[in-house]
């Protein structure tokens, strides 16, 4: 089975990037289904940009235009790209993947996703 972990996280001022990874083992990324959750204080996981085995992505409205999610099969990697961050933006953000045959309309639903990193903490600042 796939073993995920996060990194790339850190505390930026608000305006600023920041590139999160998500390397995996034990499985070859394309077999999956991939997404970026993130929770904060107090709020529920949400959905924040998946990644399809046919490459399609979805984002939530709030990040749209400002995050690229990617990845690189030959080095297993996932990779939330994220700019113009906000300090709404701050929260641990954790990679997942999903082994379904389709995912249809539970691209964001936690419980489609069976596979979880330990989360890396982003921190924005106003």
């Known amino acids: 089975q796939v073993q995920l972990v996060e990194s790339g996280g850190g505390s930026v001022q608000a305006g600023g990037s920041l590139r999160l990874h998500c390397a995996a083992s034990g499985g070859n990324l394309s077999r999956y289904y991939m997404v970026w959750f993130r929770q904060a204080p107090g709020k529920e996981r949400e959905g924040v940009a998946s990644?399809?085995?046919?490459?399609?992505?979805r984002y939530t409205d709030s990040v749209k235009g400002r995050f690229t999610i990617s990845q690189d099969n030959v080095k297993n990697t996932l990779y939330l790209q994220m700019n113009a961050l906000k300090p709404e933006d701050t929260a641990m953000y954790y990679c997942a993947a999903s082994s379904w045959a389709r995912l249809g309309d539970w691209y964001f639903s936690p419980s489609a996703y069976g596979y979880w990193g330990q989360g890396t903490q982003v921190t924005v600042s106003s």
């Open positions: 990644i399809g085995k046919d490459g399609a992505t």
